[in-house]
């Protein structure tokens, strides 16, 4: 990418080049969908897409944070003032960085962003995690990706007020080309997978479907809650340590809700160990199978689907895909199906004609191979 660009605004908005540019990608779950928040495994990978911070120290104590994407239109904070007590609107996603950081000083920011909102590809993790790449490097705070990861966490819990687990902003910061990431949630030890569909005439084709979602109105943390409940009740740590022979034996001790949220969390931990062991085989067809149970427990057993989502997810299987299954935390945003490259142009046009009938805005495709984590893209000038 070249930063020019994003350098002339920065000069226009604040009048100095910044010190530094940092980048962190969007992601794509292949599977492991909310399990993060209960110590599961999920396999993520980074998208191409990226969202850049370009970053100045000031000499005093007053924050001006700006977006290419909003006009340019600069919020001015004195960070004495930072707290998630503090209201706002998108810019609570770097002041919780800020927050969380403890910087010392006044900065400027000026984020450039390509993640598209609301569509389940973790725009705000991809936000948070070049802003803290950004600061960790000029603030010299030496911190590893594990504690980056945690810090950005702790901004969108904390500050923001989203009860989202730790995948998003690992997979943002640790990811490398062409793997997916196999992470463990309780302890954020990693493993490359190796992912390449394409030599086997296949690619992973992204649907946008516009039903733009957010996760600050309740859903999500409805489910998480359920999630907790569960584990509270039956004197457990985590999802981790339940095995469907056991809950089945405890459901007089939880809701009828709880017993389904329980249930797609145990069965989608085990389809992730699954889906690694058949990527590494190869057996891709086994793979697409694995999206779709994926896609039916979300929809069934969690309730955080949707109808465009389903739509999106039954024309693509309908069209010969192997697999397909909603992504991100639901409620909207985009689906996966894993087809064949020479029938690309054959899906979308059977999920173009499906959205139509079904009187839905028309959704947006693209592709994209796992790609590299968070950076630093520049210093100085």
């Not at 999106?312 to 935390?329: E, P």
């Not at 079904?358 to 950076?375: D, I, M, V, Y």
Request: aromatic share 6%; glycine share 8%; net charge negative.
């Amino acid at each position: 990418m070249s930063n020019s660009h994003l350098d002339k605004s920065f000069v226009e908005i604040f009048g100095e080049t910044p010190d530094v540019i940092a980048g962190a990608p969007g992601r794509v779950n292949l599977i492991g969908e909310h399990i993060d928040y209960s110590d599961g495994f999920v396999l993520p990978f980074a998208i191409a897409d990226r969202t850049y911070a370009a970053v100045r120290k000031r000499s005093d104590r007053i924050l001006r944070i700006a977006s290419m994407q909003r006009h340019n239109n600069v919020v001015t904070v004195n960070l004495n003032d930072v707290s998630p007590n503090l209201k706002g609107q998108w810019e609570r996603y770097v002041l919780g960085v800020i927050w969380g950081m403890q910087i010392p000083h006044g900065i400027d920011v000026l984020i450039d962003g390509h993640v598209p909102l609301g569509a389940g590809l973790s725009s705000s993790a991809a936000l948070e995690c070049s802003v803290a790449t950004a600061l960790n490097d000029l603030f010299s705070y030496g911190f590893n990706l594990e504690q980056l990861a945690r810090l950005t966490q702790k901004a969108e819990n904390e500050y923001v007020g989203v009860p989202c687990g730790i995948m998003d902003q690992s997979v943002s910061l640790m990811a490398q080309r062409g793997s997916a990431l196999l992470l463990d949630c309780r302890d954020l030890t990693t493993k490359n997978v190796e992912f390449d569909v394409a030599s086997s005439g296949l690619e992973l084709l992204i649907i946008d479907t516009q039903a733009h979602h957010s996760l600050t109105d309740g859903g999500y943390a409805e489910r998480r809650a359920s999630c907790d409940s569960v584990v509270k009740k039956l004197g457990i740590r985590s999802m981790r340590e339940l095995t469907i022979a056991q809950l089945e034996t405890s459901k007089e001790l939880i809701t009828v809700t709880e017993y389904f949220r329980a249930k797609h969390a145990v069965t989608e931990i085990a389809r992730v160990l699954k889906a690694v062991e058949v990527i590494e085989r190869k057996d891709f067809a086994e793979l697409g199978q694995l999206l779709n149970a994926s896609h039916a427990s979300l929809r069934d057993d969690y309730d955080v689907s949707c109808p465009e989502l389903n739509v999106a997810v039954d024309a693509s299987i309908s069209a010969g895909a192997l697999g397909a299954r909603m992504v991100g935390g639901g409620f909207g945003g985009s689906a996966i199906a894993l087809i064949k490259a020479s029938h690309s142009h054959e899906t979308i046009k059977k999920i173009e004609t499906s959205f139509t009938q079904n009187s839905f805005k028309a959704p947006r495709f693209f592709t994209s191979l796992p790609s590299q984590g968070a950076e630093i893209i520049q210093r100085g000038l």
